[in-house]
Each structure stands twice: as structure tokens, then as C-alpha cells.
């Protein structure tokens, strides 16, 4: 987890999560990291992949309250296969914020 | 339903919404943060019902409502969890055990393990409030955009 980035311009803050290995499960695609908006809070954002070892150079984003990618990938059949692994990232994050909340 | 629900490409409908708070923070989240190379932008948009341009509103809540069983349905919409469930469907990262939490039963409170009653009718109602959304059918034309705001 990075500390949260402020942008001059716009007036945000973000906060980046790493995302375990297993929240993948699949051979081509691997999500590294979530970037989520602390400030304005948003149920928003945008999480970065890899596609057979390559970064890809725009993220997924990602609705928490949907729990669905708001993205596709151009491959329908890759893309069946990731779609569903937003629900995983969302209850990820979900149990993460939980467990920190419960040790402060 | 399914269109704001599920996040479903493939639909007749386009999502706006009333609240500029609302879009700005869609223009936001894009795939890449906006900077000013590479600028987002919020579209404000007047349609007015007789303009003639074909585009056709519609209030999401108002539809799913209208479709509601009456309170002595067997199958209600109602969920049947505590009052911080709906805290759970707006925000599931913040309020993961609001959501996930296993639901109460009256004494002498035996029953099955599970998590509240959600149906999609529910769900469509608070999702559609979060953005405070509304439907448009049919393309927005350009006469209908009133101004474009910069955000980067």
C-alpha cells in the first residue's frame, strides 16, 4: 500500500493497494494493483492488469457497489474469465478494510 | 435493471445523472487518471421533452417501483437484514460486515446461516439513488449538450 497522492489539478487523493497473486487465477491476465479515491470517496476505481506479462496502459475500473468491471477486454473469451474476479477483488478489499479497522 | 445493476454493455439505455458531484467523480475513475494532456471531461446536458430530438427520459426508481408487488407478496423486495444493510449495497469496501452479515431471526433465533434478502429490485432502487441516476433513451444529440467542463 502507497501513502495516498494528491493531485495538484483536479483536487484528489488516491490511495494504491497491491493485490495478491490468487485474486487472478488465470494464466494470461494478472491484476497487480487497485487504485482507490479516498478523497472525493468514490465507489470507484481503477485496478491494473497485466496481459501476458505486459502492463497494460489503462486500467479496468471497477464498481464496488456492482461489483462488476465497468471495462471489457476485446477478447469476449478472456474477458468471461475476468469479469467475475471483480466480486473476488471487491470482498478482498472489503475484508482488508475490516481487519484494519478492527486493530486501531 | 440489469443495465444498472450488472454494469450491462448491451443495452438501449444511457446512463446520466443529476448530480454533478456524481459525474465528476465518474470523470475521475477513468481507465487512466485525467491530466491536463489527457483531459476528462463532464458533459452538461439540457433535454427537454418537447424538443423533438427523440431522446426519452426515464427515472429508474419510478419504473422499478411501479413494478413492486403489494406488501402481501410472499416474495417481498424488502430485505430483511439490519439498518445498516443498505450501507453494505452502496458500499461494500467500507461496509464489508454490514453486508455480509448473517441475518437475525426472532427468538428463539434458530434458522439457516445467510446473509440478507437482496433482490434486484432493491438493489436497482439504492444503485440508481447512489448516482442519483436517470435513463435516456435514444442518442443524445449535440443540440442537447449545453456545455462541456474540463476536468484534469
Known amino acids: 500500500m502507497s501513502s495516498p497522492s494528491v493531485s495538484p489539478l483536479a483536487s484528489y487523493k488516491t490511495k494504491t493497494f497491491s493485490l495478491p497473486l490468487y485474486l487472478s487465477e488465470n494464466e494470461r491476465v494478472t491484476f497487480s494493483e487497485v487504485v482507490t479515491f479516498i478523497e472525493p470517496r468514490l465507489p470507484l476505481a481503477m485496478v491494473h492488469y497485466s496481459l501476458d506479462g505486459v502492463r497494460q496502459p489503462l486500467a479496468l475500473r471497477i464498481d464496488f457497489g456492482k461489483q462488476v468491471f465497468l471495462d471489457h477486454l476485446t477478447d469476449t473469451e478472456l474477458d468471461a474469465q475476468v469479469s467475475p474476479k471483480a466480486r473476488n477483488i471487491v470482498t478482498y478489499l472489503g475484508k482488508m478494510h475490516a481487519e484494519r479497522a478492527a486493530t486501531h | ?152
Open chain 2, 1 to 152: 435493471m440489469q443495465h444498472i445493476v450488472r454494469g450491462t454493455t448491451v443495452s438501449p439505455y444511457v446512463s446520466l445523472t443529476k448530480s454533478y458531484g456524481i459525474a465528476f467523480g465518474y470523470a475521475l475513475a477513468g481507465c487512466a487518471p485525467p491530466t491536463p494532456a489527457n483531459p476528462a471531461y463532464v458533459y452538461e446536458i439540457e433535454i427537454d421533452e418537447l424538443d423533438g430530438l427523440g431522446t426519452r427520459l426515464l427515472d429508474p426508481l419510478t419504473e422499478v417501483a411501479n413494478g413492486l408487488g403489494s406488501p402481501y407478496d410472499s416474495r417481498p423486495y424488502q430485505h430483511d437484514g439490519d439498518a445498516s444493510f443498505l450501507l453494505g449495497i452502496t458500499d461494500p469496501v467500507d461496509h464489508h460486515y454490514d453486508l455480509s452479515q448473517p441475518v437475525r431471526y426472532a427468538p428463539p433465533g434458530q434458522g439457516t446461516l445467510r446473509p440478507p434478502l437482496l433482490g434486484i429490485e432493491l438493489e436497482c432502487m439504492v444503485l440508481s439513488l447512489r448516482d442519483a441516476e436517470v435513463l435516456a433513451i435514444g442518442a443524445v444529440a449535440k443540440a442537447q449538450v449545453h456545455r462541456r467542463i474540463c476536468i484534469c
